[in-house]
């Protein structure tokens, strides 16, 4: 059996290797109040201090009662997970609810202790993903017609809690913003090769994106500020049982970040130019291949460093995309960054590594 480190917390993370959870247990490690376990199919090959990864499907859940029972001090448990999808689309209902539905079932059988349970939602809530929806997004907002795996997810939390000791929370986040080179899902890697292929190419700053898109607000969440949102929601008495947006705490409009962008490389602001860059950067390998060689980055291939699909998703959004984070304040969380800056910063320190020009 498994023994809690009697250092307090003990923080279960599913989906332990994703874009959230990364800065997550980064958060939690770093903090001597909790020892953690991470869960994924394929875990890292090193863990940061009081951290021990877990190879789980959480698609079986045999292999999840197995695997998880010995683990009978977990006090929390963060779910991160996430079926695998494809871009912009309905994401599988059946999945995602098997797996935290498994996750669940083999902690709550293991631990008698479970305190809380988090549960990583985001903007689709909303419906960012099918079109215009009523803004800023207030979390009591009426749902879209479903399928929506989060709904299901949320409604199987507060279903499971009613008669138990534990409590959940719920973030919402929108775009997960980091420096995480081993993710290639990322918007900041993949802006930073756009732009050094225009560079490289001779050309300005075009927008790829729809024109709509350009004039509209919008918002990030970084890695790091929704990891600590996330403690202080397991963490908070006002938290318990509530769902909360999670964003940077401002506001951009693309024309405007474009411009900081296009200076941060040296080049001029083009046109609004609407390019499916699924499309537009599939014979730019080569290109890509000169800005490795002439800037002396560490070699990899485009489809290492960009993930087009992802783009093409975000700068579709040809209208205002934009939360209320209010709700999350008034429970004490006054953690907010400055977006336009955020976005450079990440660039920067990209380039530090020389995965970026
Ligand atoms: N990333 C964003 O920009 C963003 C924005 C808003 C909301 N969100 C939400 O945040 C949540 C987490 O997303 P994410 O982007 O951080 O996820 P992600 O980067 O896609 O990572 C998914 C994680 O789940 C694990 N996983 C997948 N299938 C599994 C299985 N069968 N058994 C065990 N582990 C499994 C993966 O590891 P293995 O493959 O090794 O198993 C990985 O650790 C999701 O609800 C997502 O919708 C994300």
Known sequence: MHRSSGTGREAMVAGATGAVAKRLIEVLAADPGWSVIGVSRNPPGSAPARTRYVPVDLLD??????RLEPFSGVTHLFYCARARHG???TESVEENVAMLRNVLDAV???????QHVH??????WYG???????TPAQEDDPRHMPPNFYYDQEDLVR???LGKEWTWSASRPNAVCDVAPERVRNLIPTLGAYAAICAELGMPLDFPGRPGTFRALTELTDATLLARAIVHMATTAACRNEAFNVTNGDVVRWSRLWARIASFYGLAVGSVRPLKLTEWMRDKEPVWQ???HRHGLEPRRLDAIAHWGFADFVLAQDYDVVSRTTKLRRTGFAEFLDT?????????RYRQARLLP
């Open 108 to 114: 709550e059988a293991a631990a008698p202790g479970l």
């Open 119 to 124: 549960v990583v939602e985001g903007l689709k």
């Open 340 to 348: 336009e800056d955020m976005v450079l910063d990440h660039l920067a």
């Open 159 to 161: 279903q499971r809690r």
């Open 290 to 292: 000169r800005v490795v």
């Open 128 to 134: 960012v993903h099918l079109g215009p929806y009523p």
């Open 61 to 66: 859940p045999a292999d999840c009662r197995r």
């Open 87 to 89: 871009e912009g689309g």
